[in-house]
């Protein structure tokens, strides 16, 4: 990057004529020389609008050198200030869709300096019926990754498909390309070359309120596994379309759904810091209380800089039982369990199985 500062000083562009006719210079800007530097045409690629596709023309650039431009670039780059000056991360965007086959919109929200991401139904007329979807990434992301996990692994599957297509390699090549690029996948930090696997995997995923549908091209996964750019970028080639079917079940919490796959246990955890810090605050509340020192809620309040309501309707997360609790802490509590629910209950069990009756089951 060093090398390339005193060169890009150096160059100059016509900004073309201002009001009295001269000829204006301007100074070729940051921003124009990190849009050259992160450009993946030079790499074989084409991007259009947030998506980046296999192009059909040569690249000049190796990968591995267009990769440590950016990762140098990553490193370099200053502190995001604000949602404008960073690039779209959702995974799944153009592969989503309802059961009618509308696309789901990529979408963000803010809440106390933090960042968001969603995927939610299109506002569409009245008359037009389904359910209207809103899923946080953090909800459906995990769910096709690891669909994608399982698919690549499945060796099975992949040699059942191999049978059906006279070009195929042979299944071991196969098997081998699938790990490979499981492995691959496992390690990336670049959300756009995600995007391309993920592409590359799945024709489309199909969202219902009880199941998911995952559409597969063999062929196009097949020509990715071979590094076959030409049959891999066809992503509307729908020929020989399969299909997997994922049954799930769709709660509700808050304004969001959340989808939970039924006899799942390999979904990584997904821990909540808000609800954590609750039940920390709830045993120091009980611990404070419980010291000998005879102090009210009010003394308590004023000590942690608490409303003093608040004193109350956390405490008796305090007396979770422990089973639910290690749940919370490890991330694998339900995922409609929330700070709201909790704290919106009128009369906790006292009894550890009726609190787990009530809130893991």
């Not at 990769?67 to 200053?78: E, K, M």
């Not at 996990?149 to 098997?175: F, G, M, T």
């Not at 196009?220 to 080639?237: I, N, P, Q, Y």
């Amino acid at each position: 990057m060093k090398r390339l500062a005193g060169p890009a000083r150096a160059v100059r562009s016509n900004a073309g004529s201002v009001l009295s006719g001269n000829q204006q210079e301007t100074p070729f800007g940051r921003g124009k020389l990190h849009y050259l530097l992160t450009n993946p045409i030079y790499v074989g690629k084409i991007r259009h609008k947030d998506a980046v596709y296999d192009g059909e023309h040569e690249p000049i650039v190796d990968d591995d050198l267009f990769h440590r431009v950016q990762t140098a670039l990553a490193i370099q780059a200053p502190n995001r200030r604000s949602a404008t000056n960073t690039r779209d991360r959702h995974l799944l965007g153009g592969l989503l869709c309802d059961e009618r086959g509308r696309s789901l919109l990529r979408s963000h929200a803010q809440n106390h300096g933090r960042r968001y991401r969603y995927y939610a139904s299109r506002p569409y007329d009245a008359e037009v019926k389904g359910i209207p979807w809103r899923l946080s990434s953090n909800t459906i992301e995990p769910i096709v990754e690891q669909q994608l996990r399982d698919l690549l692994n499945d060796k099975l599957q992949l040699s059942r498909w191999c049978e059906d297509l006279p070009e195929a390699k042979p299944i071991e090549d196969v098997a081998a390309a699938a790990a490979a690029l499981n492995e691959r996948y496992q390690r990336l930090d670049d959300h756009v070359t995600k995007q391309e696997i993920l592409r590359s995997v799945f024709h489309r995923i199909i969202l219902k309120p009880d199941e998911i549908t995952f559409e597969i091209s063999p062929r196009t996964l097949f020509a990715t596994l071979a590094g076959d750019r030409s049959v891999a970028a066809k992503h509307g080639d729908e020929r020989g379309i399969l299909t997997i079917v994922v049954p799930v079940q769709l709660k509700r919490r808050g304004v969001e759904s959340r989808m939970v796959l039924q006899g799942a246990t390999t979904l990584q955890a997904r821990k909540d810091p808000m609800l954590i810090g609750m039940i920390a605050r709830a045993h120091l509340y009980l611990e404070a209380l419980t010291d000998g020192t005879n102090a009210s809620h009010a003394d308590i309040a004023a000590r942690f800089n608490a409303h003093g309501p608040d004193i109350s309707r956390i405490l008796p997360m305090a007396f979770l039982s422990p089973k639910i609790t290690e749940a919370i802490l490890t991330g694998q509590q339900p995922v409609d369990l929330s700070i709201a629910k909790l704290t919106r209950m009128l009369d906790l069990p006292i009894g550890w199985k009726d609190q787990h009756s009530l809130l893991i089951n």
